[in-house]
């Protein structure tokens, strides 16, 4: 059986969405998580009196990142803050690769959406129509 090919490159034109709730403690970013996606694991932390969710502890690249998944700063900007931010660790570390392979997880734990930018006037499909649809 073969398996999909895994790729770790996100165009740098695509827009990171937080979808999960969270917020920030001693300058680190924690996520909360949802446990269960069924009705029978939320009634079951609610008899246990255990919380639905899990709190991910990012730590100093991984909330970088996150707090600047806000819908509207691109992945290119985002590896360009970092690099700046970082400096010569940027290469040296493969801080490129292991934040692809951040975004990527953070995606399919459903916790960021990835959306492409709108088009700008002037490009194929981009700006409104004038009037009569022209």
């Not at 770790?8 to 001693?26: C, G, K, N, Q």
Request: charged fraction near 30%; proline fraction near 7%; include cysteine.
């Amino acid at each position: 059986m073969k398996h999909k090919p895994f790729t770790l490159d996100i165009p740098d034109s695509v827009i990171p969405v937080r979808t999960a709730e969270w917020y920030e403690e001693e300058g680190l970013v924690r996520i909360k998580m949802q446990k269960f996606e069924g009705g029978l694991g939320r009634w079951l932390c609610r008899v246990l009196k255990k919380p639905t969710y899990a709190v991910v502890n990012l730590d100093e690249q991984g909330s970088f990142i996150w707090r600047r998944c806000d819908g509207a700063t691109s992945v290119g900007c985002i590896l360009d803050d970092l690099r700046q931010e970082t400096r010569e660790r940027f290469e040296k570390e493969g801080l490129r690769h292991r934040s692809y392979f951040f975004l990527r997880m953070l995606h399919s734990r459903g916790l960021i959406s990835l959306r492409l930018p709108e088009p700008t006037p002037g490009e194929p499909g981009g700006g409104k129509q004038g009037p009569g649809g022209v």
